[in-house]
């Protein structure tokens, strides 16, 4: 059985910083492209990145570009997001989640729908 379990999340303070983990069980890790996505309350989920299978290639959303990295170690099956310059509209809940891709620039690297597995997601929160 899959598991995909987020941890990290937290309440930060504008201008923090906070570090998600996304540990997955079940599945050959290295063989998954990792995704990183939010929803806030009251917004449709939106793609924040995603990295391939070798840690080698990583995309980001324009709203997170310079501010957010997305890391792996396939050693521990585990993804990072390491979220810097946090801002009040980075307050939402933040979900990973794991695509059979073994290959370059990961394709619909920001669509949830193209992911085989998601895990439940873990709320941060950004006060001023």
């Known amino acids: 059985q899959v598991q995909v379990v987020e941890s990290g999340g937290d309440l930060a303070q504008a201008g923090g910083s906070l570090r998600l983990s996304c540990t997955t069980s079940?599945?050959?890790?290295?063989?998954?492209?990792m995704g990183w996505f939010r929803q806030a309350p009251g917004k449709e989920r939106e793609g924040v990145g995603c990295i391939n299978w070798s840690g080698g290639t990583t995309a980001y959303s324009d709203s997170v570009k310079g501010r957010f990295t997305i890391s792996r170690d396939n050693a521990k099956n585990t993804s990072y997001l390491q979220m810097n310059s946090l801002k009040l509209e980075d307050t939402a809940m933040y979900y990973c989640?794991?695509?059979?891709?073994?290959?370059?620039?990961?394709?619909?690297?920001?669509?949830?729908?193209?992911?085989?597995?998601w895990g439940q997601g873990t709320q941060v929160t950004v006060s001023s």
């Open positions: 079940g599945l050959k890790f290295d063989d998954y492209t």
């Open positions: 989640a794991a695509k059979y891709y073994i290959g370059g620039s990961p394709p619909y690297c920001m669509t949830w729908g193209k992911y085989n597995y």
